[in-house]
């Protein structure tokens, strides 16, 4: 793994949970997934166990094995693997925690608890020094996300002296749509070389703009090449090429939400892309319709992502 101290930065793939037909973990395939986000999206890093990894579904003991597996089989293929450990227990995310420590994770993320939530900044940070206090040595990222939280707190708050009381903090997973907060998470922190990782991949253009310094989204597990030519052409100042990029990313993910978009859409959306089998989501998700399949596979192909000599086991003929 990459050295603790190295800046996160570029695309990071919010990794999917693989699964079986009877809902359990499917580690055999992680590896392979491993070797697909780097060779064939050039994506070396990734967050693990967050919302598109259904981590908050899985128990303890699962959220560890499925870290465990993630770091091994990304040892020296990726660059860094952040492990998300919130949990709506302190007890429970402070073991989480330490348990990426031991295994050699490259960073935690948190999340604000969100049923019994803090109600001010002040408590939050209380909260988040707690879970990081069990991994010292680990950096500490916190994972803004308030339209599932619920927790409305606004980032641009939380960044002011934080580290004086998180001194292992090292940035924010920003995923919102709130971009004058963004905007004012970066004005305000010019001078703290924090990540300000972007999570809302339809939106990544506009943030790059604003000055992320990298991105964490479920896209980048199927488009992340087409996401790294954008990347390339904002940083050579092509800002028209980039922007055509973004345009066409857009169609589809438009294209998608009206459908209706979520975890499990993205795991079938994965399956036939990669042609590795992510499986049906956990209850109370269920798995997309045929319907939505079709549609969704006639878009990728409309857009160029998806050709047919691309279709593998994750073929439309094998979904039921």
């Known amino acids: 793994m990459a050295s603790p101290k190295k800046k996160l930065q570029g695309l990071v793939a919010a990794t999917i949970t693989p699964m079986t037909e009877h809902g359990e973990i499917n580690f055999s395939v ?98 988040l020094k707690e879970v990081a206090a069990a991994a010292p040595a680990l950096p500490f990222y916190y994972y803004h996300i308030p339209a599932l939280t619920g927790v409305k707190i606004r980032a641009e708050e939380l960044l002011d002296r934080i580290q004086e009381k998180i001194p292992t903090f090292q940035g924010l997973k920003f995923s919102d749509t709130d971009l004058l907060d963004f905007g004012q998470c970066v004005d305000q922190n010019r001078q703290r070389q924090f990540a300000l990782l972007f ?29 790294n030519q954008m990347l390339e052409a904002f940083e050579r100042k092509d800002f028209s090429s980039a922007l055509n990029h973004q345009f066409c990313i ?17 795991k079938a959306i994965m399956t036939l892309v990669s042609g590795i089998p992510m499986g049906p989501p956990r209850p109370p998700l269920q798995k997309p319709s045929r319907e939505f399949m079709a549609a969704a596979e006639a878009k990728l192909k409309s857009l160029d992502f998806l050709s047919s000599t691309d279709l593998k086991d994750g073929s439309l003929d094998s979904w039921s």
């Open 250 to 266: 857009q169609r589809f993910i438009n294209f998608v939400f009206k459908l209706g978009f979520g975890v499990s859409q993205t």
């Open 30 to 127: 992680i590896g392979r997934y491993v070797d697909y986000l780097v060779e064939e999206q050039g994506v070396k890093s990734i967050f693990v166990n967050g919302t598109t990894g259904e981590g908050l579904s899985l128990s303890i003991s699962e959220r560890r094995q499925v870290a465990e597996e993630w770091v091994t089989q990304g040892r020296n293929k990726l660059d860094q693997v952040v492990i998300h450990v919130g949990a709506l227990s302190l007890k429970e995310s402070q073991e989480l925690a330490r348990h990426a420590a031991e295994i050699g994770a490259d960073g935690i993320a948190v999340i604000a608890p969100f049923f019994l939530k803090p109600g001010n900044k002040d408590v939050l940070i209380n909260f």
């Open 199 to 227: 999570g809302v991949d339809e939106q990544l253009l506009s943030a790059l703009v604003m000055g992320a310094t990298g991105a964490v989204g479920s896209t980048y597990n199927y488009l992340g090449k087409k996401t």
